[in-house]
């Protein structure tokens, strides 16, 4: 597996909380990157409000790029949670977020099957197939 992101722990930290805070509606949200290391964590809401699907409002999405090209960052993926299933893809991720979860953008999910130990992975969707790359935690 390839590394395809770098980030503190503590914004894999903050997924993991938000992905918490929402339960057990999925969470949502959006990564910024300089020089190809993920430098901003964006909250969104789920305007779904569902355990089973994500999605967030376009004028929202448009906010958070701004403040990203704002500081200087850019687009660097998403992320959202799992809150009964594993910190994998699933049919309805793909077809939803399929264009946005392929390359250049990863795609953090965050499983919280078992709250207590929750599981954080990193995907791209290649040729329609969920493939799963490593992340790096930076100091």
Request: with cysteine; hydrophobic share 35%.
């Amino acid at each position: 597996m390839a590394i395809v992101a770098r980030l503190p722990q503590d914004f894999v930290d903050q997924m993991i909380a938000h992905a918490r805070e929402d339960a057990p509606i999925e969470c949502c949200g959006l990564l910024a990157a300089k020089d190809g290391v993920i430098t901003g964590l964006y909250r969104a809401r789920n305007v779904e409000a569902s355990p089973y699907r994500f999605s967030v409002d376009p004028l929202e999405t448009r906010r958070i790029e701004e403040a990203m090209d704002a500081s200087g960052t850019e687009l660097a993926g998403f992320y959202h949670s799992h809150t009964g299933s594993p910190a994998i893809p699933s049919p309805t991720d793909i077809r939803q977020m399929g264009t946005f979860f392929g390359p250049p953008y990863v795609h953090f999910v965050i499983g919280l099957a078992d709250p207590e130990n929750p599981e954080v992975r990193v995907w791209y969707i290649e040729g329609g197939d969920r493939v799963e790359h490593e992340y790096e935690i930076t100091s």
